[in-house]
């Protein structure tokens, strides 16, 4: 969610009524929010309320999914669903971090992909491709299913799968291989680190549909359609 404080609550210094806020929060299709403030960030100057509101767990994921492998600069990892925001967001999150990163997308997502950032695009679709990939330092997942089990295979010994999903059902057979699963945390500073880069254009969240509130049914039933672009709910 992302919004303007009205009010605070007893304790609360860090923020105060007028303050551009995002975070992650629950129960967040209504007008008005109660959020926790320890949840709470400021949006960074310049960056357009309502696409605030498309970042905060996209954003997040990616920070750490990347994190989460450990990659360092001058190593390669590959980032499966480089396309998807959280996928994007683990992107530039690793080259950031001056690693080459290979983008792991469809066939159908082979052109798209080409705008994400990434050094290198492979079709994760395509078993001749994948078998031609050089051993990985890291792989940062947010696919899961057979496509994780194929790229386990790709992973140095010694080096990190990391997976917002479940691990693959074929990991045992990689003991070499330490799987890192992830579970999105809020944290302040990676979350305004990203959004800067959303302000300043180095990271693009896309967002395909703003709702009006009173549409929210329609809205979450085509979030659970799946897709790239956020869909928002605009009060």
């Known amino acids: 969610m992302s919004g303007t404080v009205v009010e605070v609550g007893p304790g609360v210094e860090a923020f105060t009524a007028d303050d551009r806020v995002f975070a992650m929060a629950d129960n967040t299709y209504a007008e008005l929010c109660v959020v926790k403030a320890d949840v709470l960030a400021d949006i960074p100057e310049g960056l357009d309320l309502i696409q605030a509101a498309a970042l905060p767990l996209a954003t997040t994921t990616g920070y750490q999914l990347l994190s989460a492998t450990g990659i360092k600069a001058g190593q390669t990892v590959m980032v ?11 992107v530039f999150t ?14 159908r997502q082979a052109d798209e992909a080409k705008a994400v950032g990434a050094d290198q695009v492979v079709a994760t679709d395509d078993d001749a491709a994948i078998a031609n990939l050089s051993p990985l330092d890291a792989v940062a997942d947010a696919v899961g299913g057979k496509t994780a089990e194929k790229l386990i295979a790709k992973v140095k010994p010694g080096g990190v799968f990391a ?3 479940e691990a693959p059902q074929n990991a045992a057979k990689y003991p070499s291989v330490k799987v890192a699963g992830v579970f999105s945390k809020f944290d302040r500073g990676t979350l ?17 549909q703003k709702l009006p509130l009173r549409e929210a049914a329609a809205a979450q039933a085509l979030a659970e359609k799946g897709g790239i672009g956020k869909i928002l709910l605009v009060v």
Do not use: W, Y
């Open 80 to 90: 499966v669903g480089a396309v998807g925001n959280v996928g994007r967001s683990a």
């Open 94 to 107: 690793a080259k950031d971090r001056g690693a080459t990163v290979i983008a792991g997308v469809l066939k």
């Open 163 to 165: 997976t917002v999903l």
């Open 192 to 208: 305004q680190f990203m959004a800067e880069a959303v302000r300043d254009g180095k990271l693009v969240i896309p967002i395909s």
